[in-house]
Every structure is written in C-alpha cells, then in structure tokens.
C-alpha cells in the first residue's frame, strides 16, 4: 500500500505531502484546490498506457479539440514553467523505486523513477510523453507492475459494466458469489443472484438481478446506487487492482444507502487487498465514510484534505486526518470538509 | 478579492468559561478582536486538540494565535501537567510557563492558561466570585449563609459551581425565563471585570489582540 505521496509543482500544487495513509483514502477540499489532480498524479505513477492517454479527459470534461484534451494537458501538468521541478514521491511496497521525476528535452516530457538515497540508484524512465506538435502527443508507458482501475464521475456504460461482470466468474467462482454477498447485505437485502445474460428479443447482454420475484430485472433498474456500487464492486475483482481512483465517489448514491455503501466497499477492499483513492464534495458522504469505519473497526479510512491558505491563497496545503479527528468534529458540529 | 484575516481564537472548557471570558474580552476592549471556542470539559481536551489541527481552519491559516485554557479544579500543578500534556500531543510543543507564547514551526503562536490563574485552585466560577465579594458584599453574606445552612442540612459543601449557580439565579430579578442561564445572568451579575483577581487573564487576551 501507498504510506505518503508527495507532490511537488504538479498541476495547481506547489507542495503537498499526504502521510500516514489508509485502505481507504477520500479526498475532499474546496472547489479548486487540487483534489482531482492528486488521482491524476497517482495515474501518472500507476496507469497503464491507455489510462494515460486518455489522463487528459478522464477527469475533467474537456470539449474534443481543447488544448487540454491533448499536448495542452501534458504542457500544464508542471505547475510553473519549467517542468523539471515536477515530482511526484511516493513510499509504497510496489516498485523498486519511490521517486518519480520529470525530465524535460524540447517536445519530450520524461517520467524517471529512481530510488532514494541510494548510492548506486539508476533512474530508468517510466513514462515518456512526446508532446506536440499541436495538440497531438504520444505516450510510451513502461510496463508498471502495480494494476490501477480508475472511475470517472460519470457513470460507465452498463453494457461495459456487464462485460465486466462476465470476467469475474471466469477468473474466480467464487467471487461472484462475493459480490452477491456483499451488494444484498450493503445495497439490496431482496438480491438473490445476478445474471449476465440477454433474453429474447433484447440487446445486448446486461447483468440480471433476481430479486426473487420473476422475471430478473436488468440491473440498470435498480437504481444509481446499485448501479453505481455493482460498476466499483466489479472493477475491483475483474481488474483485480492494487489500486482504485474514484473521481466524486458519492455520485449517484442516496443519502440512506451510503453508509452502507461505505461498509460493503471496505469490506472489499480489505478482502480484495485494493487501495482507494476517491475524491468528493458531499458531506454525507464524508460522514457515511465515518462511521462505516467506526463500526467496521480497525483503521481503514483516512481523508485527505487540500486547503488554500488564507495569508497566500496561491498556496494548497495538505492535512491528513482519521476517523478520531472526524469523529469529534462531527459531534461538535464543525465542518471539516 | 478581499483578503482574509486570521484571528486569534480562545480555547475555553465549556459554555460557562467561555461565556465569561468573551465578556472579560469585551471589557476590556478586545469586542470581535478575539474568536472562541468550548471544548466540552477537560476529557474532550485531546481530542479536541486534535481535531483543531486537522481543521480547514487551522490548515488555511485563519488562526494566528491560539490560547488553551482549562480550571484548575482542585489541584494546579496536576491540571497544568494535563494541560501541557494534551498541546505537546497535539501540536508537538512544550508550552513552558502560563501565559507565554511559543511558536512552534509552521503552526500558530500558542499559549496555555489555567483559571483561576497561575498556582491557584478553583474554576471560573471561583474567579467570578472572588471579583465580586469586595463590589456586592451583601450578596455573599446571603450566599454564604445559604451555603453554610445547606451544609447543616445535607452534611457536605455545596459545590462551587452549584454555588454559582444559585448567585447566578438570584442575582437576575425577577425574570423567569432566562434565570438559570448564565448568558443572561451575566450582565446582571455583580461582576467587577476591573478586579485585580482577573488582571492576568486580562492581559493575557489583550496579548492575543496585538
């Protein structure tokens, strides 16, 4: 698991370091202060090579032919101009190394690993993006051993999310049967099983759920919460990740069911040994996260915040915060999003 | 856009140390000057500081000094050790003597204060009494002789906040409503804020100000 991350000149940050982080890792913040581009960073560190090209637009809406829907991304990724001041540093048990730099050269922008401190450190490159001309650029990813699944705010296409579904039984029965468990006993109490299947005279195929009353219900009719809970349920045992990043993880989650969201999706975690990153702005859903935690025991959530400093508003700082911090918070009524 | 201001803030025990202090504050010029705010007794104090320093406004910077203070209770050096004890765990600084501002790296000034004031016993409520014996003597020679006629009846002291209390309640007249509540109470509390028994606080607050 990821213990700190460290960001430096990246995006809109100057300077942030998270410590002491958990399974489970919810960034919040204002508007502005740099929440998504913590999920970008650690894309950057962990995403394949289809998950960094399509970095630019899998967080921010972007129009098609925007600067920063290409090369544009890639140019202000670096927070000040020159681009060899970008780091990002984590501590993890995944990769050799736990430092990764930019290394500018004209049009090329150079990722480098390199281990710390280390006297015979060789810096290999990870990431090379060959940048412009225009809006174009070109991404070439070394190989990363860490598997990384990502969820945009939006909501994936449901005929993707049964593609999804179709994988986990292949990989493992039993998991299957996992999910099942997990999606009655947080989501859906009337769940018997799920299906993936197309009946006659529909197209395509789509996960059916047997809510015990005949015929199955396509499960796009169950609400955004099942919807939702089934797509991240799924990502993490058919990708089998080491990490997940979930851009506004309360979307599409009523206010009653988030608390039992929070159980379920740490119980996968926890089984699943998958690390979570998400971002969001709801203060229901920051105090659902609560106390899932409190009542799961352990210490498996910590909130990351990013706030912008009164006496330097250019500058974000970071604090890293438990359940015990949020807890007292909460039972004094402050706010602590 | 205008730039905001960090402000000074006040940790008080509970309701009532809080409700004294911002009117000591008030009386001696520091109105709007200073924020405030209770921790809900000295169990909570720890944890309190913790979630202080984890706060958006702490992290933004809207504090630019902080005063920790808590009674003394019943033994001085015992709570200023608590007191110390719970600033050190959480901001990772040795507050030193009462009163005397440090600043740690990268974090708000911070002092610590324990009421009544240095090497004494008590609680607020003791030092809101002590102001006022020599202003309303009258009064107390009635409370006093209450107490002393409960202590007869029951066999043990009242304690100091029930004392107060009933000061409290029989210093309003004759309003019904508000009696029990000290927000009311205290403008009609015989209170000499000019006391010299709160010239250290006093000076203290008007330290934060500055």
Redesign the interface.
């Known amino acids: 698991m990821i213990s700190t991350l460290e960001l430096k000149q990246f995006r809109g940050l100057e300077h942030v370091k998270f410590e002491n982080l958990g399974r489970a890792n919810l960034i919040i913040g ?1 508007n502005n202060t740099g929440k998504t581009s913590v999920l970008e960073a650690l894309t950057v560190l962990y995403g394949d090579q289809d998950q960094l090209k399509n970095l630019p637009k899998t967080f921010r809406e972007q129009p098609k032919e925007s600067e920063d829907s290409g090369a544009g991304f890639w140019r202000s990724l670096a927070k000040d101009e020159d681009p060899l001041n970008l780091l990002i540093r984590v501590n993890d048990g995944y990769v050799e190394g736990n430092t990764i730099e930019a290394v500018a050269s004209n049009e090329t922008l150079q990722f480098v690993r390199s281990k710390e401190e280390t006297s015979n450190s060789s810096s290999r490159p990870v990431v090379i993006v060959q940048i412009g001309p225009g809006n174009d650029f070109g991404i070439n990813r070394v190989l990363g051993k860490v598997r990384l699944s990502i969820l945009a705010t939006r909501q994936q296409d449901p005929r993707d999310v049964s593609e999804l579904f179709n994988q986990i039984a292949l990989l493992n029965p039993e998991n299957e049967t996992k999910l099942e468990e997990l999606l009655c006993k947080a989501i859906e109490p009337r769940l018997r099983r799920l299906r993936y299947a197309r009946p006659q005279g529909t197209n395509p195929h789509l996960v059916y759920a047997d809510l015990g009353k005949a015929p199955m219900l396509p499960f796009t009719q169950l609400g955004q919460a099942f919807a939702r809970t089934l797509e991240i349920y799924c990502k993490i045992f058919a990708n089998q990740p080491k990490i997940i990043l979930i851009d506004e993880i309360e979307n599409g989650l009523y206010y009653e069911g988030m608390e039992d969201f929070w159980k379920g999706l740490m119980a996968v975690l926890e089984d699943q040994d998958v690390q979570l990153f998400a971002t969001t702005h709801s203060r229901e859903c920051i105090e659902a996260a609560q106390k899932a935690a409190s009542a799961m025991g352990g210490d498996p959530l910590r ?1 990351l ?1 990013l ?5 330097d ?1 250019g500058k974000i ?1 970071a ?1 890293t ?1 438990g359940k ?3 807890q ?2 909460i ?2 009524n ?4 | 856009m205008k730039q905001q201001q960090p402000k000074p803030l006040v940790l008080c025990e509970g309701k009532e140390d809080l409700l004294v202090i911002e009117a000591l504050a008030n009386h001696a010029g520091l109105e709007n000057k200073l924020g405030f705010l209770q921790y809900g007794g000295k169990d909570r104090l720890r944890a309190y500081l913790h979630q202080l320093k984890a706060s958006p406004e702490y992290a933004r910077g809207e504090y630019s000094k902080i005063l920790v203070t808590r009674d003394a209770d019943l033994d001085f050096n015992r709570s200023w050790d608590a007191l110390k004890g719970a600033v050190k765990e959480a901001f990772d600084c040795d507050v030193g003597e009462p009163g005397i501002w440090i600043k740690p790296g990268g974090a708000p000034e911070l002092a610590a204060w324990i009421i009544p004031g240095p090497g004494k016993t008590g609680m607020i409520e003791t030092l809101c009494v002590e102001s006022s014996r020599t202003k309303a003597p009258e009064v107390f020679d009635c409370l006093d002789s209450f107490a002393t006629c409960i202590v007869g009846i029951q066999g043990v002291a009242l304690h100091e906040k029930a004392r107060f209390e009933i000061w409290t309640i029989a210093a309003q007249g004759a309003g019904a409503k508000g009696r029990i509540s000290l927000k009311y109470a205290i403008p009609n509390l015989p209170i000499d804020w000019n006391d010299e028994t709160f010239t250290p606080l006093k000076k203290l607050l008007a330290s934060i100000a500055t």
Do not use: C, L, N, Y
């Open positions: 204002g909130f915040r706030d912008r400093r009164i006496d508003p700082v604090t915060f015990e911090e949020m007292t918070a039972e004094f402050r706010e602590m999003r």
